[in-house]
């Protein structure tokens, strides 16, 4: 839907890095092509940003209570500066600025990527004694500033429940297939390997990936992709045993996944249990999914096992037993036959289900209500 005459948008976040796929890649873009003049503020070399959205990078904060001030106070100027039509921030932590704008008279979206209190129950770095508190007050302040904003846009059906506004949509995690195509390569030809992609934290299962290695045959080989959360936890992994037998590529441009994937007979999602995961629903599942890989999941994360077993493209394990996840891993490899079999169910369903072109339109569609 194209807006009547070109409006500016500004999407603003302080936590996630210029690249970012729900918003840059998915969000950002796909306002471009709809017409919107779309700028976006965040940090990082903005390197991989889409063609179309202007970049406006942010220095790196030096620790969170530095993102939390100086980095926020910054962003805040910024987005003033740019007098947008629309302002569209990700992170919970931006509803002060979000408030501010709307002060101004600006129109305000904020993009729930999660369920917070529960994402601030499972927070390492709260004292476990506040968390719980910190949970019940940050559910009632969301109640209460929830109805400021303009609209609301939710990342699952779970999330959008716990927002009472007249106006939202929820606007799923779901792959462009264009970005990610179903590889040619042939199974039986491919490496004994399989990948995870994303962000490296310990409640996403790095530790758990890496010592199910050990219980692998030697050409059986792990890839992984992207930046670690913490410089302590890459010193902890690196020093265990089976981290030699892991080829670790740093992040990569997202124009270097396709090849990466293609490489590998499975990807890897092995969440560990959190109350933030019980609805969570990751992109790179979807994107594993279009690029025609198997999937290795969780089992604590339900609605990622509920699609997998659905469309029977993968393997459910429990995320805390090495040895299952190392098994999985065999039962795959072994087999390539049928890994390219579940690998192409996979690759149906996303055409089928889980396409982010009719996710773009609910987007668009929310922009031409209140812009």
């Not at 936590?15 to 950002?28: F, G, L, N, Q």
């Not at 030096?62 to 003033?80: E, G, K, Q, S």
């Not at 968390?131 to 059906?157: C, D, E, H, M, Y």
């Not at 065999?330 to 149906?348: E, H, L, N, S, Y």
Request: contains cysteine; hydrophobic residues 45%; proline residues 6%.
């Amino acid at each position: 839907m194209q807006p009547i005459t070109q409006l500016k948008v500004a999407h603003l976040t302080s936590v996630h890095r210029a690249s970012d796929t729900r918003i840059a890649h998915r969000e950002c873009a796909t306002l471009v092509d709809a017409g919107y003049d779309v700028v976006l503020i965040a940090t990082g070399s903005g390197r991989g940003v889409p063609a179309g959205v202007r970049y406006r990078q942010l220095d790196m904060p030096r620790n969170r209570l530095d993102r939390m001030t100086r980095t926020m106070f910054t962003l805040y100027r910024r987005a003033v500066a740019e007098r947008a039509d629309v302002y569209h921030f990700h992170d919970p932590e931006l509803i002060p600025v979000g408030l501010l704008l709307r002060l101004r008279g600006a129109r305000v979206v904020f993009d729930v990527h999660e369920d917070i209190p529960k994402d601030i129950l499972d927070k390492p770095w709260i004292p476990s004694v506040l968390r719980k508190p910190a949970a019940v007050v940050t559910n009632a302040v969301l109640r209460i500033v929830q109805g400021r904003f303009s609209a609301i846009v939710a990342a699952t059906p779970a999330i959008a429940q716990a927002y009472p506004h007249p106006r939202k949509a929820v606007v799923s995690n779901y792959p462009a297939l264009d970005e990610l195509a179903l590889s040619e390569s042939d199974f039986l030809q491919r490496e004994r390997r399989v990948v995870y992609v994303g962000e490296i934290t310990r409640l996403r299962g790095i530790v758990e990936m890496v010592k199910a290695v050990d219980a692998l045959a030697r050409d059986i080989h792990l890839t992984v992709v992207g930046p670690f959360e913490t410089p302590e936890l890459a010193r902890e992994v690196g020093r265990l045993p089976a981290w030699k037998r892991v080829e670790y590529l740093g992040p990569r441009h997202r124009s270097d996944l396709p090849a990466i994937l293609g490489r590998a007979m499975a990807g890897m999602l092995i969440m560990l249990p959190a109350r933030n995961h019980v609805d969570a629903l990751p992109t790179k599942m979807f994107e594993y999914m279009a690029a025609g890989l198997p999937v290795i999941v969780s089992s604590a994360v339900p609605l990622c096992a509920e699609v997998v077993r659905r469309h029977d493209c993968g393997l459910v394990v429990d995320p805390a037993d090495s040895n299952a996840i190392a098994q999985a891993i065999r039962t795959i490899v072994d087999d390539p036959a049928q890994a390219a079999q579940m690998g192409k169910r996979g690759f149906d369903a996303v055409q089928q289900h889980y396409q982010w072109a009719s996710e773009g339109d609910k987007l668009t569609n929310l922009y031409a209500q209140i812009a």
